[in-house]
């Protein structure tokens, strides 16, 4: 059985920047970004989060359907992670954009929606990214392997997503634009994994 390339490896585990440094940053951070920037009541904010998993409890299963039954020239993963590009960039975008509604309703409507819409595309993105293994190498040293690289990214992507956010944010005299930027920067460094 012929051994995966180092190259390969690195672009599968890069990946994994997304699916760790993002869930590190959301669970980190998100309900202070809902509470103090928002201004949205705790309570509410943790329903906002709730939901979203209800949602995922029915979305992972039908993204598994979906994207086994994908068929296209580029195979039945690929569409997912080029779209990748694009829709990962948008959701941690808009998931720290300080929406600025005089209105609360209207900012738990915005809350909801763009935590939905994090959620959906994390499904779109890594659900087809994890059934990749079987996919790359039937062999079992080959995949452990992959899952070593996988699991690198993944810890720095969780440190990263631990430590970096406030300081970026406080680099800002505004903090409402701080967490704008963070989410920006954030959302350049997930999505760019996806291009390879």
Do not use: C, H
């Not at 505004?174 to 760019?192: H, K, S, T």
Request: net charge positive.
């Amino acid at each position: 059985m012929s051994k995966l390339p180092v190259r390969t490896k690195v672009i599968f585990g890069s990946a994994d920047l997304f699916g760790g440094g993002a869930l590190n940053l959301v669970g980190f951070y998100y309900l202070i970004f809902l509470t103090d920037v928002m201004q949205i009541r705790p309570a509410v904010a943790g329903s906002i989060i709730l939901v979203s998993k209800l949602w995922d409890a029915v979305s992972d299963p039908m993204m598994g359907v979906i994207t086994d039954r994908t068929r296209s020239r580029l195979g039945q993963r690929r569409p997912w992670f080029i779209a990748a590009i694009f829709t990962v960039f948008l959701a941690v975008s808009l998931l720290w954009y300080p929406a600025d509604f005089a209105s609360e309703t209207a900012r738990i409507v915005w809350a909801a929606f763009a935590y939905l819409f994090f959620s959906t595309v994390s499904t779109t993105v890594m659900v087809p990214y994890m059934s990749m293994l079987p996919v790359l190498t039937p062999d079992y040293q080959e995949r452990t392997s992959l899952n070593a690289f996988k699991m690198a990214f993944s810890f720095i992507a969780g440190i990263v997503a631990a430590t970096v956010p406030m300081m970026l944010v406080a680099s800002f005299t505004d903090l409402r634009r701080g967490w704008a930027a963070m989410g920006i920067i954030f959302a350049v460094l997930y999505a760019l994994p996806w291009i390879g």
